[in-house]
């Protein structure tokens, strides 16, 4: 399918941009994931905000207190199901599916040894699917950022300010200085092209732009694109 798009979209005002600079693989599938999702939905709840929010309301509740046995997996499990009653069902389905690929590839090991754990890892779902559900959200959102801030700097509008929120940890090196060590989405990103990963100007998905003067995210929008301009003229 690239290939095919590659071919089409050759615009000759720019021959030097031809050169192709692929996507790497692991940010490819972070993309594609973050569009399972409309590209209207501009942002996701926030766990972090629903998660305090509960709590607060737990604790102001009479008999409640902070040492209550189980009292984050509660928070948790309440924080859950108000986040995801404000989700797609397309990106329900999808966190489900990871947390089933995951409880297989663990219950798989212990299956060897001749043990099945699949009930209790069904008993922590809801803990996946928060550890999930904060991964997808936080590499979305930070897409959508990078994307809109190098948009916006590549249409010459005023820069607004720009924040992101990677994950890095740090080391002390042999010298004794604090050396940054980038983690997750962070790791994929240093030091690649940031302008490479853009909005459809027809659909609004994030993609990778295989080259220069890629606008689009595919054959079909590329030809709507095209047809687009054919009635303007
Ligand atoms: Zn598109």
Redesign the pocket.
């Known amino acids: 399918m690239p290939n095919k798009r590659e071919r089409k979209n050759t615009s000759p005002k720019q021959p030097r941009s031809r050169a192709k600079y692929q996507c790497p693989n692991e940010l490819n599938e972070i993309i594609a994931e973050s569009n399972k999702i409309p590209?209207d939905v501009v942002d996701l709840p926030k766990w972090d905000y629903f998660y305090e929010k509960i709590k607060e309301d737990y604790l102001t509740e009479e008999g409640n207190s902070e040492y209550d046995m189980g009292f984050v997996s509660e928070i948790k499990f309440q924080t859950l199901e108000k986040v995801f009653s404000l989700l797609p069902e397309d990106l329900k389905d999808h966190l489900n599916e990871k947390v089933n690929c995951k409880f297989e590839s663990i219950n798989r090991a212990s299956l060897e040894k001749g043990e099945d754990i699949s009930a209790q890892l069904e008993a922590n779902r809801h803990e996946w699917l928060v550890h999930y559900y904060r991964f997808y959200e936080h590499n979305r959102s930070n897409l959508r950022a990078i994307a809109k801030h190098v948009a916006d700097r590549r249409a010459g509008k005023p820069l607004g300010f720009f924040s992101v929120d990677l994950h890095y940890s740090a080391e002390i090196n042999e010298n004794n200085k604090l050396a940054p060590k980038a983690k997750g989405l962070a790791a994929l990103l240093v030091g690649i092209d940031l302008d490479r990963i853009r909005f459809?100007?027809?659909?609004?998905?994030l993609?990778w732009a295989g080259r220069q003067d890629s606008k689009?995210?595919?054959d079909?929008?590329?030809n709507?694109l095209r047809q687009r301009r054919f009635i303007k003229k």
């Open positions: 590209a459809c100007e027809v659909c609004g998905k993609f689009t995210c595919s079909k929008c590329s709507r």
